[in-house]
């Protein structure tokens, strides 16, 4: 048996107190005349016999009490009580996400500790792993010296937490092992993290599962920039700040584009969510928005913005092939700026919609769950979805398949009624000329649209967007609504005869263009731990890709395209794709996760129920000590010798009383 | 028999110090008789006829009964002064017990008890004697009847002080030894001594043919033990310490105490001797009458 705080063996001095104590707290007691204490003599001796049994017996479970509590404090181990197995599998998984990094308490100390000491504690050949949740993962070894070294010289990254796939890891390490299984999950209880866990696999595995507390406590000072993004006018830009601290902030906002610097100065009230318009007299490339405040999470104070660097934006279009699509298509790609793509509707399924600025869906068919789903995604994430109603299209089917899956609002600007064909065709009565769509042309935009006639339309109803052109007979012809980080624009109205004339007019592509460019010029910033792909010339025969800073990785194989690669840290990365015709560049922006700066924890009493009927203990950050000593020494040691200083408390108590009790009786037979 | 009056309190005993005063009170009260004379001669009383014998005197024989009968017979008379009382006075040091300040001492109670038998004695025109020990006779005052020896029985029983141990015992061989003819022994103790040697001395009287009552004095405290926490228990007679946790003994002591008392109570009906038990805080009038009640039915 060893001890983990030995300097507490010195309490047990502390075992002279009781006796001290018993030796000069003698009781005193008060002289009396008496008549006669020949009665009194008579039963003396047992009187005597019993007073000295009883402080003889208080005296050693004082002493005992003393050395018991002494004992836990020592915080004995005992390695042979750990693991009784003859083969022992553990794995720690290691939370190692941006909000182990906190400041205050630094929580990714606190796993360097609690891991240490864990593996302190194994029995000699017990199997241990580690699984960052980063993804990297320290194969099952007995050397748990080798691994404590691994884990001491690691840091806590930048990415979000995912603990679902690292402990799923575990469970399928440890599935196929025989003997006992134990996994370690080190963690901050970052609440956000916990949100939807459901692990599978943990059923088979069945193993031990013990969640050591690392985190922080919630009394933090933290601010996070939850998004950077343009919005309305080219130099207008909302920067949203989350404070999550019980405290309101005032700080400053710094806003570096390219060369161009500006301080703002902020104040954001306490649990809230606040939107700084910011205004940019300067074309840029990159865009850093910084809080230099110092609070305990550094990394969510920086937020980086890039603008799209390809020469050309892509867009996909797809719906029901025709003359409307290749009007559309023909009006995006005159400037040269734009390049479509069309595409089937059913091969939206497999595209990756995010390297698309904005999705054309043209009179499409009724589309399946999983793909309005993803389009739903994209638009929450930032994409921009233009979609031209017409004859495929069914108004009960529009009506049923935008709102099934939106339970707050529906999806669209709008719901449709039917197509309505007018007797005398309408002509644009009102456009909503300060929008950025109409800005370029201004109060002449009705007169460009004079020209041009509306057969039909889609009645709407339950309009939740806005109405940016009208018609002279009060039918809509254009609505907006933002979505999350994206738009939708719903034309009411399919561009072909003989519905208009709209998409003959020169009017009609500028405004396509428009609608591309200017509303849509950021690409939206990736996360760190999620994949980024870049596309560079066929011909590419090496790509570069340089993190922010400055290190740079080649890869040589580009056979395949697509590159992708994984941002670990945040900052502007930049792929320079090397061809015999010269250099193509191109940034990406890579933020921390938003939701990691919101170090909120989740209780104990909410994770149990996640892992059922297993057995899951907890592991308190004060406590950790303590409980990772009672964890490894199989929970007996120092529990053993608290209990025992209980028992004793109780016993003293219960003794007390009994004798209370003889005394008042009296016994006969003293 | 009337309750306690306040003087008769003992209480007011020991405010009052005058203890013959307070006797006369008493006895003044309620009066009878302590015992009725077993001899029987002439004397003012008329018992009974007896059939005249040989011997008997002829001044005693009734003419008017001879004349209606034609047979001899004499009067007899029932004799009420010729007997003669020794009060036996404990006087050791446990006597000088009380365990509150309201409530006089064992010995002052026995002081007042003998004046008061003395008292009624004398109007009873009966001879009392006094004796006064501890460990020895420390004092003998011869029985007899007249009004200057009550007052100089009262003297002396009012001069008594406490003394050294108790030898009840030995003591009353020795007096068992001096007192020839047959008396009435009256012993006012504690009793805190050897109970055989006691009850054996008593016997030694009751084997001389004396009558014998014990008034055993008490304290309650002697009797409850009511005391509390740890006590240094000092020895009145010999001055040894005991300490002890008076609680943790009280039932157990009480038990003991019971013992002692029933053996005193059942060895002296045995031996046909009366024992009444009197507790300090008793009042006097109210012992005194019960106890004469109680001994005048048995007689």
Redesign the interface.
């Given at each position: 048996m060893g001890f983990l705080q030995p300097l507490f063996l010195w309490g047990l001095v502390g075992i002279i107190i009781p006796v001290l104590i018993h030796l000069f707290s003698r009781?005193?007691?008060?002289?009396?005349?008496?008549?006669?204490?020949?009665?009194?003599?008579?039963?003396?001796k047992r009187?005597i016999r019993?007073?000295r049994l009883e402080e003889i017996l208080v005296l050693l479970l004082r002493s005992v009490l003393v050395a018991s509590l002494f004992m836990a404090a020592a915080q004995p181990v005992s390695k042979k009580a750990f693991l009784t197995e003859k083969e022992s599998w553990v794995v720690l998984v290691l939370d190692d996400s941006a909000s182990m990094s906190a400041a205050t308490e630094n929580p990714w100390k606190n796993l360097q500790e609690a891991s240490e000491k864990i593996l302190a504690t194994l029995k000699k050949g017990t199997h241990v792993a580690a699984i960052f949740t980063s993804g990297r993962l320290i194969p099952f070894s007995t050397s748990s010296q080798q691994i404590a070294k691994q884990i001491r010289e690691g840091h806590a990254g930048f990415h979000g937490q995912t603990l679902q796939p690292a402990m799923e890891q575990a469970f399928s390490m440890l599935e196929k092992k025989i003997g006992y299984k134990k996994i370690f999950l080190i963690t901050d209880m970052q609440k956000t993290a916990w949100e939807n866990f459901s692990p599978s696999g943990l059923r088979k595995v069945n193993p031990d599962i013990t969640i050591v507390d690392a985190g922080e406590d919630e009394n933090h000072i933290n601010i996070t920039i939850k998004d950077f993004y343009p919005v309305a006018g080219k130099n207008t830009y909302v920067c949203e700040i989350t404070n999550w601290s019980k405290q309101e902030i005032t700080t400053e906002l710094k806003i570096t584009a390219d060369r161009y610097e500006t301080v703002k100065s902020i104040t954001i009230p306490e649990r809230k969510t606040t939107e700084i318009e910011v205004k940019i007299e300067s074309d840029c490339q990159t865009i850093k928005v910084e809080i230099p405040y110092p609070d305990a999470l550094k990394a969510d104070n920086i937020f980086y913005l890039q603008k799209e660097t390809g020469e050309q934006k892509k867009v996909l279009a797809a719906g029901c092939e025709g003359p409307c699509l290749s009007y559309t298509k023909a009006s995006m790609e005159s400037a040269g700026t734009i390049s479509v793509d069309t595409k089937n509707i059913n091969e939206l399924y497999n595209i990756v919609l995010e390297k698309y600025r904005t999705i054309l869906l043209v009179n499409p068919q009724k589309l399946g769950f999983e793909l309005r789903q993803k389009i739903m995604e994209y638009i929450n994430g930032g994409g921009t979805l233009v979609y031209f109603l017409g004859d495929r299209v069914a108004y009960k089917d529009f009506n049923s398949d935008w709102e099934a899956q939106e339970v707050e609002e529906f999806f669209m600007p709008a719901k449709i009624k039917g197509k309505s064909e007018f007797l005398k065709p309408g002509r644009v009565a009102w456009v909503a000329t300060a929008h950025p769509l109409f800005s370029e042309f201004g109060e002449r935009t009705i007169d460009f649209l004079k020209t041009t006639r509306f057969n039909a339309c889609f009645s709407v109803k339950e309009v939740t967007g806005d109405i940016l052109m009208k018609l002279d007979n009060g039918y809509p012809l254009l609505l907006e609504k933002r979505r999350g980080k994206g738009k939708i624009f719903l034309f009411t109205f399919t561009p072909q005869h003989p519905w208009t004339n709209f998409q003959t007019k020169p009017f009609f592509p500028v405004m396509m263009t428009v609608m591309v460019e200017s509303l849509s010029g950021f690409t939206y910033p990736t996360s760190v731990g999620d994949p980024v792909v870049v596309k560079g010339s066929e011909n590419a025969a090496a790509v570069s890709i340089i993190n922010p800073q400055g290190e740079i990785n080649i890869i040589t194989n580009t056979s395949k395209t697509p590159v992708s690669y994984i941002p670990d840290i945040p900052g502007i990365w930049t792929s320079v794709f090397s061809s015999g015709k010269g250099q193509q560049k191109q940034i990406t922006a890579v933020n921390i996760p938003y939701r990691e700066g919101n170090l909120s924890k989740i209780s104990h009493g909410e994770v149990r129920p996640i892992f059922r009927k297993m057995h899951v203990s907890f592991i308190n950050k004060n406590r950790m000590q303590k409980i990772i000593l009672a964890e490894a020494t199989g929970g007996q040691m120092m529990a053993f010798f608290l209990e025992m200083a209980l028992a004793i408390l109780i016993a003293e108590l219960i003794l007390s009383n009994i004798f209370a009790f003889?005394?008042?009786?009296?016994?006969?037979n003293? | 028999m009337k309750k306690s009056s306040g003087v008769l309190d003992p209480k007011i005993l020991v405010r009052f110090g005058n203890v013959s005063l307070v006797a006369k009170k008493i006895v003044d009260g309620f009066i009878a008789g302590l015992h009725r004379s077993i001899h029987k001669g002439a004397s003012i009383e008329f018992a009974e006829h007896r059939q005249y014998t040989a011997g008997d005197d002829p001044k005693y024989l009734d003419w008017k009964v001879y004349g209606r009968t034609d047979r001899l017979y004499v009067r007899e008379f029932r004799e009420e002064t010729n007997l003669k009382a020794y009060i036996l006075l404990d006087a050791s040091n446990?006597?000088n017990?009380s365990s509150d300040t309201d409530t006089p001492t064992?010995f002052v109670y026995a002081k007042c008890l003998a004046i008061c038998l003395s008292y009624i004695m004398m109007k009873q025109n009966d001879s009392t004697g006094l004796v006064v020990f501890d460990s020895e006779i420390k004092n003998l005052v011869k029985p007899s009847s007249t009004r200057q020896h009550f007052h100089f029985l009262i003297e002396n029983i009012e001069n008594i002080e406490t003394g050294k141990d108790t030898d009840i015992g030995k003591t009353i061989h020795r007096i068992a030894n001096l007192i020839k003819r047959r008396s009435l022994i009256i012993l006012i103790s504690?009793l805190?001594d050897d109970q055989g040697t006691v009850i054996k001395g008593l016997a030694h009287f009751k084997h001389r043919h004396h009558e014998i009552i014990v008034f055993h004095l008490l304290?309650k405290a002697?009797m409850e033990f009511p005391?509390e926490?740890?006590?240094?228990?000092?020895?009145?007679?010999t001055n040894?310490?005991?300490?002890?946790?008076a609680?943790?003994?009280?039932?157990?002591?009480?038990?003991?105490?019971g013992q002692?008392l029933s053996f005193y109570q059942r060895a002296c009906s045995e031996r046909n001797i009366n024992y009444a038990r009197a507790l300090t805080s008793t009042p006097f009038d109210y012992f005194l009458y019960h106890f004469l009640q109680l001994r005048s039915r048995k007689s």
């Amino acid at each position: 048996m060893g001890f983990l705080q030995p300097l507490f063996l010195w309490g047990l001095v502390g075992i002279i107190i009781p006796v001290l104590i018993h030796l000069f707290s003698r009781k005193k007691s008060i002289p009396y005349y008496f008549s006669t204490i020949k009665f009194i003599k008579l039963m003396r001796k047992r009187t005597i016999r019993r007073q000295r049994l009883e402080e003889i017996l208080v005296l050693l479970l004082r002493s005992v009490l003393v050395a018991s509590l002494f004992m836990a404090a020592a915080q004995p181990v005992s390695k042979k009580a750990f693991l009784t197995e003859k083969e022992s599998w553990v794995v720690l998984v290691l939370d190692d996400s941006a909000s182990m990094s906190a400041a205050t308490e630094n929580p990714w100390k606190n796993l360097q500790e609690a891991s240490e000491k864990i593996l302190a504690t194994l029995k000699k050949g017990t199997h241990v792993a580690a699984i960052f949740t980063s993804g990297r993962l320290i194969p099952f070894s007995t050397s748990s010296q080798q691994i404590a070294k691994q884990i001491r010289e690691g840091h806590a990254g930048f990415h979000g937490q995912t603990l679902q796939p690292a402990m799923e890891q575990a469970f399928s390490m440890l599935e196929k092992k025989i003997g006992y299984k134990k996994i370690f999950l080190i963690t901050d209880m970052q609440k956000t993290a916990w949100e939807n866990f459901s692990p599978s696999g943990l059923r088979k595995v069945n193993p031990d599962i013990t969640i050591v507390d690392a985190g922080e406590d919630e009394n933090h000072i933290n601010i996070t920039i939850k998004d950077f993004y343009p919005v309305a006018g080219k130099n207008t830009y909302v920067c949203e700040i989350t404070n999550w601290s019980k405290q309101e902030i005032t700080t400053e906002l710094k806003i570096t584009a390219d060369r161009y610097e500006t301080v703002k100065s902020i104040t954001i009230p306490e649990r809230k969510t606040t939107e700084i318009e910011v205004k940019i007299e300067s074309d840029c490339q990159t865009i850093k928005v910084e809080i230099p405040y110092p609070d305990a999470l550094k990394a969510d104070n920086i937020f980086y913005l890039q603008k799209e660097t390809g020469e050309q934006k892509k867009v996909l279009a797809a719906g029901c092939e025709g003359p409307c699509l290749s009007y559309t298509k023909a009006s995006m790609e005159s400037a040269g700026t734009i390049s479509v793509d069309t595409k089937n509707i059913n091969e939206l399924y497999n595209i990756v919609l995010e390297k698309y600025r904005t999705i054309l869906l043209v009179n499409p068919q009724k589309l399946g769950f999983e793909l309005r789903q993803k389009i739903m995604e994209y638009i929450n994430g930032g994409g921009t979805l233009v979609y031209f109603l017409g004859d495929r299209v069914a108004y009960k089917d529009f009506n049923s398949d935008w709102e099934a899956q939106e339970v707050e609002e529906f999806f669209m600007p709008a719901k449709i009624k039917g197509k309505s064909e007018f007797l005398k065709p309408g002509r644009v009565a009102w456009v909503a000329t300060a929008h950025p769509l109409f800005s370029e042309f201004g109060e002449r935009t009705i007169d460009f649209l004079k020209t041009t006639r509306f057969n039909a339309c889609f009645s709407v109803k339950e309009v939740t967007g806005d109405i940016l052109m009208k018609l002279d007979n009060g039918y809509p012809l254009l609505l907006e609504k933002r979505r999350g980080k994206g738009k939708i624009f719903l034309f009411t109205f399919t561009p072909q005869h003989p519905w208009t004339n709209f998409q003959t007019k020169p009017f009609f592509p500028v405004m396509m263009t428009v609608m591309v460019e200017s509303l849509s010029g950021f690409t939206y910033p990736t996360s760190v731990g999620d994949p980024v792909v870049v596309k560079g010339s066929e011909n590419a025969a090496a790509v570069s890709i340089i993190n922010p800073q400055g290190e740079i990785n080649i890869i040589t194989n580009t056979s395949k395209t697509p590159v992708s690669y994984i941002p670990d840290i945040p900052g502007i990365w930049t792929s320079v794709f090397s061809s015999g015709k010269g250099q193509q560049k191109q940034i990406t922006a890579v933020n921390i996760p938003y939701r990691e700066g919101n170090l909120s924890k989740i209780s104990h009493g909410e994770v149990r129920p996640i892992f059922r009927k297993m057995h899951v203990s907890f592991i308190n950050k004060n406590r950790m000590q303590k409980i990772i000593l009672a964890e490894a020494t199989g929970g007996q040691m120092m529990a053993f010798f608290l209990e025992m200083a209980l028992a004793i408390l109780i016993a003293e108590l219960i003794l007390s009383n009994i004798f209370a009790f003889v005394k008042e009786r009296g016994s006969k037979n003293v | 028999m009337k309750k306690s009056s306040g003087v008769l309190d003992p209480k007011i005993l020991v405010r009052f110090g005058n203890v013959s005063l307070v006797a006369k009170k008493i006895v003044d009260g309620f009066i009878a008789g302590l015992h009725r004379s077993i001899h029987k001669g002439a004397s003012i009383e008329f018992a009974e006829h007896r059939q005249y014998t040989a011997g008997d005197d002829p001044k005693y024989l009734d003419w008017k009964v001879y004349g209606r009968t034609d047979r001899l017979y004499v009067r007899e008379f029932r004799e009420e002064t010729n007997l003669k009382a020794y009060i036996l006075l404990d006087a050791s040091n446990s006597m000088n017990y009380s365990s509150d300040t309201d409530t006089p001492t064992k010995f002052v109670y026995a002081k007042c008890l003998a004046i008061c038998l003395s008292y009624i004695m004398m109007k009873q025109n009966d001879s009392t004697g006094l004796v006064v020990f501890d460990s020895e006779i420390k004092n003998l005052v011869k029985p007899s009847s007249t009004r200057q020896h009550f007052h100089f029985l009262i003297e002396n029983i009012e001069n008594i002080e406490t003394g050294k141990d108790t030898d009840i015992g030995k003591t009353i061989h020795r007096i068992a030894n001096l007192i020839k003819r047959r008396s009435l022994i009256i012993l006012i103790s504690d009793l805190f001594d050897d109970q055989g040697t006691v009850i054996k001395g008593l016997a030694h009287f009751k084997h001389r043919h004396h009558e014998i009552i014990v008034f055993h004095l008490l304290d309650k405290a002697e009797m409850e033990f009511p005391f509390e926490g740890f006590r240094d228990f000092i020895d009145m007679e010999t001055n040894e310490r005991i300490p002890v946790d008076a609680k943790a003994i009280r039932n157990a002591y009480k038990h003991i105490f019971g013992q002692f008392l029933s053996f005193y109570q059942r060895a002296c009906s045995e031996r046909n001797i009366n024992y009444a038990r009197a507790l300090t805080s008793t009042p006097f009038d109210y012992f005194l009458y019960h106890f004469l009640q109680l001994r005048s039915r048995k007689s």
